[in-house]
């Protein structure tokens, strides 16, 4: 590992956790970390670990010419590409609006508060599930298509709609925030983003410990959850399908309008049992048009995909990791 020269490092900011992956001029994974978002502390706690973690991940020596560039004397720039929770205006890297997962995001100028900090490094910034998308499409689940969806469910649960090989960004850089659609199952209940009958509300991580702890349930985190689930625990595993069940159905809603080829699904809450998965599948097919009802609906397999997407966007066109060199989970 000592002494490779880091072509990208990718940064992955979401409420609950921060990953960051560094890709050398070969494409290989060279380093990876992975620690607790400082949400709470505020945009300059988490924007101080960011550049604490691209820096111990970044192998490179700091000083030999840069993988892209000719010229034998020229200085190596740090590439950076950062994958974060928020609608981003992906020209300045600037956060235009976050949910209470990250309270103060909003307004964030992410790329340039982080090139500061990292001596002047060329950073691209783009939405989370958008930099999960771009590694996806290159070596996931969904790299033989090119109309897909791809779900995250975690702190929060974010979409991103690609059709002809492209992500659909939209108008007001809203496009794929599948966790602010209305499903039956979450009438009433209030969503991170201020309003209620979201599925968010019901189907994210945090959503479905608050459910379980409702019902009299011990639990705090994900893991207790999964923990429960795991146990034989009834109703943890009525929360997990009360879930899925709002998932199916808004992918199927998704479905109807779009017709993608496959729907991608990521995201540290599908941890918790196959019993969120299994009943989105059963609700998609329920409720989907009869030409959609068996729409493949399946895991995301780029490990640590927020990271690695986000290091490919910022990536030359020379050096393309090769798939398999992309499924080394972070380790902290």
Known sequence: ????????????????????????????????????TPAAQGPAAILDLGASLVRSVDVGDGSGPSADDDAPSARRTLRLGVGTAGVVD????????????????AGTPVRDELAARLGGALVTVVNDVHAVAAAESRWGSAASTRDHLVLTVGTGIGGAVVVDGEVLVGSRRLAGHVGHMSVPEAVGEPCPCGRTGHLEAVASGPAMVAAYRALGGRATTGKDLARAVAHGDGDARRVLRRAGSALGTAIASLAAALDPQVVVVGGGALRVGADLLDAAHRSLAASALPGLADLPLVRAAVRDGGAVGAASLALPARGRPPHEDLRTPCSA
């Open 1 to 36: 590992m000592s002494g490779a020269r880091t072509t990208a490092v990718g940064l992955d900011i979401g409420g609950t956790k921060m990953c960051a992956v560094a890709l050398d001029v070969d494409g290989k994974v060279r380093a990876s970390l992975e620690v607790p």
């Open 90 to 105: 992906r020209g300045t890297g600037t956060i235009l609006s976050a949910t209470s997962a990250l309270p103060g995001w």
